[in-house]
């Protein structure tokens, strides 16, 4: 099953695909954000063209594990994602992606610039990982 995670952001929304056997993550270009519909555009096509099947989005949860208005925001953008679209969307705790991320990225070698710009979709192959290994295939 063909999987898509999202790191969405006011500024870029990261994006990361499973393999078509839904086994392993790998990041996509994330998004600008221009409009919303724009953003929802964009990931309409994309749903279409790689054949998704499921949607995971992060969920920016505090750590005491409430929520803030970051939370409250990606909570609406899933919820607006899923009347646009027939795959299902699931939300997934993503506390601590984006530092597990950026390590990887300096683990990896790339300079600050690269690493910010490769962030926010490391961030969604994090998110991504976890819930492929909470909800085997």
């Excluded at 949860?61 to 899933?78: C, E, I």
């Excluded at 690493?115 to 926010?120: E, H, N, Q, T």
């Amino acid at each position: 099953m063909r999987v898509l995670g999202i790191d969405y952001g006011q500024v870029r929304v990261g994006l990361a695909l499973t393999d078509p056997e839904g086994r392993m993550a790998f990041p996509r270009p994330a998004l600008t954000r221009t409009t919303r519909d724009g953003l929802f555009e964009a990931l309409k096509a994309l749903i279409e063209a790689e054949g998704v099947e499921a949607v995971v989005v992060g969920l920016p949860l505090t750590m005491d594990g409430g929520d803030s208005l970051t939370t409250r925001q990606t909570r609406n953008f899933a919820e607006s994602l899923a009347r646009r679209i027939t795959a299902p969307v699931h939300l997934m705790d993503e506390r601590l992606s984006s530092a597990a991320a950026d390590a990887q990225l300096k683990e990896a070698g790339l300079c600050s610039r690269k690493r910010k710009v490769r962030l926010d979709s490391q961030a969604a192959v994090q998110i991504l990982e976890t819930w492929i290994a909470q909800n085997p295939a």
